[in-house]
C-alpha cells in the first residue's frame, strides 16, 4: 500500500504538477484546492502521512490549516511542508511556530519535494 | 525557436569568454601557483562553463568541466601543486571546449582527443586525491537533543537517526536521564538526547542535511574525530595501558614527603602506646574500649604506612642483569643471570644504600670467581658460568644471596695472606668460617691481581661496612673449586623498630629486639673470670659481658644480684649486656642523634619514650665490635649524659 499525500494548493496546475510527480515516484496523492477541502480529507483518510499546503489562499490560509492539523488529535503528529515564497522569509518563521514540519520555496523542481518528503514522512510500521 | 537560437547564441558567446578567462587564469597560476584567489576564479570560470554546457546540453563539455573542477579542487586544497603541466593542462582542455562549442556538437560522438583528456583527468583528479576522500570514511560524534516539542510539528527524531544508522555504522547512546517520573511523563514530548558515534562516507554537510528542519530549534552538535595515531603507536600505548592496568595504579611520592609520613606515624604510634598504658592503669574508664579500637587503628595505620616505603627488589635485579652482561663481556667471560625472588620487598632506603656493595660482590663474582670458559671446560664445568641472585623474607629480615659456579675461595690462601698480613698466627687452629671471614678484615685482598674491574683494595670490607650501617649481617660460604655464596641479611625497614627498654643508672636504653637472642639473671650464669675477662655461662658456653653502666660512666643503684642480662648476636658475635633493670618491649621510632654530635659511642639514635622521654637507642652492631673484635675506638666516656642533658632540655 503505497504511502499517502495530502497536496493542498488554489492553483489546478501547480495540483496536477504535483501529483503528476509524486504520483511517479510511487506515492498515492489526495489534492485539494482549499483548506477547508483539506480538512474534510484529512478527516475522511487516516492513512495521510504526509501534508504539504501552499500558504496563500483563498479562505483558510496554509498557516492556519497547519494550525487546525495541530490541534486535530488524529493527525497531530502529521508531517507538514509549506510551498512558501522567497520573497517572504517571515511567512516560514510563522508557518514554524503554527508547527509545520519543512518548507519549500516556490517555485521548486519536482525533485527538491521528492526529497523533502523522503525526508520528514513518518516511515510506516517503524 | 528564435529566441531559443538567440540564448544559444548568448550561451556560446559567454562560453568563449569564460573559456579565454579560464586560459589567462591558468597562466596567472602557473606564475603565482600559491595564490587561492587565482584558482577561486578560475573554479568559478569553469564551473559557469560546466554549469551552462549542461543546461544547454552539452554533455561532452558538461563532463569535461566537471573533471577539471575536480583538478581545481585538488589544488585548492592543496593535495595537488600547479606546475606547468597542469597549465598545458589547462590549455589543451580550453581548447577541446572551443572546439566543442564551435562545432555546436551537442552530443556527438567523442573524438579521441577528448578521450583521452578525459581519461587523463580522471586519472590525475583519483591519483592525487590521496585522501580518497569519497571512499574514505569519516567518523563523526554527533551529539542530537530533539527540542522537546518535536513531534508537535510532525517530525520524528527517529527517522533522522534511522537515516544515520542507514548512512553508515553507528554507535548510539540514548541519553534518558531528562525522562520524568511516569506520572509526569507527557508522551507527546520527547525527552531524550543522542550521543551518535558514527563512521560514514558522509560530508559534515551532508549529515547536517540529515538533520534538514530539525536543527533550527534542535541542539545538535557535529565534530569529527580526527583520524588517530597510525595503528602501531595504537597498539603500543594499548599494550602499555594494559601493563600498567595490570600493575597497581601508581603515583610517586617524594621520599621526603614520605620519610616525614613515617616519621608522624611514629609519633602517633608512640602516643599511643602511651595512652594505651594510661588506661591500663584505668580499668573503670568508658574511653578505655576507645582507647583499645584506638590502638589496632593506629597499629594498622603504622604497618601500611610504613609499607608505602617498600619496593620489590626486582627493579634491581633487572639492573644486575644488564651489568652481569656488561661485565662478562668485558672479561671475555661467559655468565648467565639467575633471580628469585623479585617480589620480596624492602625498605626503600635500604635497597639505595645496598646498590653499591651489590654491584662489588657480583662484579668479584664474575672477575674472581667465574673462570674463562677455557678453564671451566677443562675442569669439567659447563661454559657458560651462573651467577644466582635470590631474596627471601626470613621472618622479619629479608635475606640475599649471591652465588657463583667459580673457583670458589681458596681457604689455604686466605690463611697465609692472613698470616702474612699479621692476622692470624700460623700456628692458631683456625675454623674454616673465621679464615673465611678474613676476607671482610680492611685492606685484605685476595685478588692476585688488580684488574679494571675490582682488586682495587676497596674490598669485601666496605661491602660489610655498608650492610652493617643498615643493620644487616654479611656471611661468606664457600667451597673451592664449586663457587662461592655471599649472603646478606637486611632488616625490613629502618624506620621504626622493635626495641627492648632497660634502666641503667637511671638512664634510659633500648636495643633493637632484632638483636637480642634472650635476656636472664645476672648473678646466675655469673663467672667470676681469673684473667680480669668478664665471662657468662651459658648451657657450657662461655659468652662475654659487659657492664652499660661501665661504658657510658653511670652509677648503678641497686643490687648487684638484681641484675639483668641481654643477650646480643650479630652475626656469629655474641655478648651480654649487664643492666640494672628490664623495662618492657616496645616500638620505637628512632631519630638519629650521632649526625648532631659527630661521635661514634656505640649510640644509633634516640628514641621517644610513651612518657615523652628519651631513650638512647644502641648500636648493637657497634659495640661487639669494640668489644668483641678490634679494639681501635676509644670511647669517650660520659659524653653521653652530657648529650641527654642538651636532648632534654630541647
Sequence with gaps: MPDKILIVDDSPSTLMLMKFSLEKKGYNVEKAQNAEEALEIIGENSDIVCLITDINMPGMSGIELVEKVRKNLYCKFMPVIVLTNPDSPENIKKARSAGATGWLDKPFKPEDLVKVIEKIRKRPGK | ?650
Design chain 2, 1 to 650: 525557436m528564435n529566441s531559443g537560437e538567440g540564448i544559444k547564441d548568448t550561451f556560446f558567446e559567454e562560453s568563449r569568454f569564460l573559456v579565454s578567462e579560464m586560459e589567462s587564469l591558468a597562466l596567472d597560476l602557473e606564475s603565482e601557483p600559491e595564490n587561492k584567489s587565482i584558482a577561486e576564479s578560475l573554479f568559478r570560470a569553469v564551473h559557469t562553463i560546466k554549469g551552462s554546457s549542461g543546461m544547454f546540453g552539452f554533455e561532452n563539455a558538461a563532463e569535461l568541466g566537471h573533471l577539471l573542477e575536480n583538478i581545481i579542487t585538488l589544488i585548492r586544497e592543496g593535495h595537488l601543486k600547479s606546475d606547468n603541466r597542469i597549465t598545458d593542462l589547462f590549455l589543451e582542455c580550453a581548447d577541446e571546449f572551443k572546439v566543442l562549442f564551435e562545432n555546436k556538437d551537442i552530443e556527438g560522438q567523442k573524438s579521441q582527443n577528448l578521450k583521452e583528456k578525459i581519461l587523463f583527468l580522471s586519472d590525475l583528479a583519483n591519483s592525487n586525491n590521496k585522501s580518497g576522500e569519497k571512499n574514505k570514511l569519516n567518523e563523526y560524534r554527533i551529539f542530537f537533543r530533539p527540542m522537546e516539542k518535536i513531534f508537535e510539528i510532525g517530525l520524528d527524531p527517529y527517522t533522522n537517526i534511522e537515516e544515520l544508522i542507514e548512512s553508515g555504522e553507528c554507535a548510539i547512546e540514548c541519553d534518558t536521564a531528562n525522562v520524568p517520573d511516569l506520572f509526569e511523563i507527557n508522551p507527546e514530548k520527547c525527552y531524550l538526547s543522542f550521543d551518535i558515534k558514527i563512521k560514514t562516507k558522509l560530508s559534515v554537510k551532508e549529515i547536517k542535511d540529515i538533520f534538514l528542519f530539525v536543527e533550527d530549534d534542535s541542539e545538535i552538535i557535529i565534530e569529527e574525530i580526527l583520524p588517530e595515531l597510525p595503528e602501531k603507536t595504537e597498539d603500543i600505548s594499548d599494550k602499555l595501558k594494559k601493563y600498567i592496568g595490570k600493575k597497581d595504579s601508581s603515583i610517586v611520592i617524594s621520599t621526603k614527603k614520605l620519610d616525614d609520613m613515617v616519621n608522624l606515624v611514629g609519633e602517633l604510634v608512640m602516643n599511643q602506646s602511651r595512652l594505651y598504658r594510661e588506661m591500663l592503669l584505668r580499668p573503670n574508664d568508658p574511653l578505655k574500649v576507645l582507647a583499645e579500637s584506638m590502638d589496632e587503628c593506629v597499629h594498622e595505620l603504622r604497618s601500611s604506612v610504613l609499607d608505602l616505603r617498600m619496593t620489590p627488589i626486582g627493579t634491581k635485579f633487572s639492573h644486575f642483569r644488564r651489568l652481569v652482561r656488561d661485565l662478562s663481556a668485558s672479561l671475555n667471560k661467559k655468565v648467565e643471570l639467575y633471580t628469585y625472588g623479585e617480589d620480596t620487598e624492602l625498605d626503600k632506603s635500604i635497597i639505595e644504600k645496598i646498590w653499591d656493595p651489590f654491584v662489588h660482590l657480583i662484579r668479584n663474582s664474575i672477575d674472581h670467581g667465574i673462570e674463562s670458559p677455557e678453564d671451566r671446560i677443562k675442569k669439567g664445568k659447563s661454559e657458560t658460568g651462573r651467577i644466582v641472585i635470590s631474596a627471601r623474607t626470613k621472618e622479619s629480615k629479608v635475606e640475599i644471596s649471591i652465588s657463583d659456579d667459580g673457583k670458589g675461595l681458596d681457604e689455604d690462601f686466605i690463611l697465609n695472606e692472613a698470616v702474612k698480613r699479621g692476622f692470624a698466627e700460623k700456628t692458631q687452629n683456625i675454623s674454616k668460617k673465621n679464615i673465611l671471614d678474613f676476607i671482610f678484615i680492611p685492606g685484605f685482598s685476595t685478588a692476585e691481581k688488580v684488574s679494571g674491574i675490582s682488586g682495587r683494595g676497596i674490598g669485601m670490607d666496605a661491602v660489610k661496612k655498608k650492610i652493617e650501617e643498615v643493620n644487616g649481617e654479611i656471611r661468606v660460604d664457600s667451597l673451592k673449586g664449586c663457587g662461592t655464596t655471599i649472603t646478606i641479611l637486611l632488616p625490613l625497614t629502618l624506620a621504626i623498630v622493635d626495641v627492648l627498654m632497660f634502666e641503667t643508672g637511671n638512664m634510659c636504653f633500648a636495643v633493637p629486639l632484632s638483636h637480642i637472642e634472650e635476656c636472664f639473671d645476672f648473678s646466675r650464669f655469673r663467672i667470676e673470670g681469673k684473667r680480669k675477662r668478664n665471662l657468662l655461662k651459658l648451657r657450657d658456653e662461655f659468652i662475654p659481658y659487659f657492664k652499660i653502666s661501665d661504658i657510658y660512666d653511670l652509677q648503678e643503684n641497686t643490687d648487684e644480684n638484681l641484675w639483668q642480662v641481654i643477650l646480643v648476636n650479630h652475626g656469629s658475635r655474641k655478648a651480654g649486656f649487664v643492666v640494672e633493670r628490664l623495662l618492657r618491649a616496645q616500638q620505637a621510632v628512632i631519630k638519629s642523634i650521632r649526625n648532631w654530635y659527630g661521635r661514634d659511642d656505640g649510640i644509633t639514635g634516640a628514641a621517644v619514650l610513651y612518657d615523652g622521654s628519651l631513650a638512647y637507642v644502641i648500636d648493637v652492631v657497634r659495640l661487639l665490635s669494640i668489644f668483641t673484635g678490634n679494639k681501635d675506638i676509644e670511647l669517650v666516656s660520659g659524653a653521653i649524659v652530657e648529650n641527654s642533658l642538651k636532648i632534654g632540655q630541647a
